[in-house]
């Protein structure tokens, strides 16, 4: 059974191949939340975490993204570079594995225990 390696890596700057090696399937949620001074570096991490799937021949990659709805709708304009970012993102994912080896997730709200309700606030 295939154990991750047990390296604290970061996304944004580290390459994650290794980490990827044996595995048989990657799942990226990995997102800034609109409005922080982050966000604009969304899809570049995204990007950077399908390249290193892709370059380590992880056969599927699954992207956490966000809602049609939101995205071409007032969340452009209110999160710009947060859309963006996941327009980068799904572009990477879909180029590094095609429509058959990848899976878009486009949920409107991610919610859980604790979290408001709603849209993200800005």
């Known amino acids: 059974t295939w154990q991750p390696p047990r390296r ?5 700057k580290d390459d994650l191949s290794d980490v990827f090696k044996g595995a048989s399937a990657v799942i990226s949620c990995v997102g800034y939340a609109p409005g922080s001074k982050n966000q604009k570096d969304n899809g570049a991490v995204n990007k950077a975490i399908a ?15 966000v ?21 980068q993102a799904e572009a990477a994912v879909s180029q590094d594995f095609g429509a058959t080896n ?12 604790g979290a408001p309700l709603g849209p993200p606030p800005p």
């Open 102 to 113: 990848s899976l878009i997730i486009r949920p409107a709200v991610i919610s859980g225990p």
């Open 8 to 12: 604290r890596r970061d996304a944004s």
């Open 51 to 65: 390249d290193a799937a892709a370059k380590a021949k992880v056969p599927r990659f699954v992207y956490i993204s």
């Open 67 to 87: 809602a049609s709805a939101i995205s071409d709708g007032p969340g452009k304009f209110l999160f710009g570079d947060y859309m963006k970012g996941k327009a």
